[in-house]
């Protein structure tokens, strides 16, 4: 088992910055791949982010430029900085983990908010 604890989260004016860290605990030898995902009001849940353990990252298109997603393995933390931040980025933001027996563990979500 695995456990995910998000924080970072805020109200930031348009063209801010944030950092969201995600704490990892439990069986963490097993994560095999580390994510970020958001979730805006009447919408799906989307990828932001993801990193491999061998250090391989991707983006939505929409953050690309402007977020970078990170991990530190002495730590157990994963991190998504995220720059020029707009209002459409606004949302509910989730880690996620998959580990080598693929599980799926999510974290409680943090809440970002952007005004214009």
């Known amino acids: 088992q695995v456990q995910l604890v998000e924080s970072g989260g805020g109200l930031v004016q348009a063209g801010g910055s944030l950092r969201l860290s995600c704490s990892a605990s439990?069986?963490?030898?097993?994560?095999?791949?580390m994510a970020w995902y958001r979730q805006a009001p009447g919408n799906q849940r989307e990828l932001v982010a993801g990193i491999t353990s061998g250090g391989t990252t991707n983006y939505a298109d929409s953050v690309k430029g402007r977020f970078t997603i990170s991990r530190d393995n002495a730590k157990n933390t994963l991190y998504l900085q995220m720059n020029n931040l707009k209002p459409e980025d606004t949302a509910v933001y989730y880690c996620?983990?998959?580990?080598?027996?693929?599980?799926?563990?999510w974290g409680q979500g943090t809440q970002v908010t952007v005004s214009s």
């Open positions: 439990g069986s963490i030898f097993s994560i095999k791949s």
């Open positions: 996620y983990a998959k580990d080598r027996y693929k599980d799926n563990y």
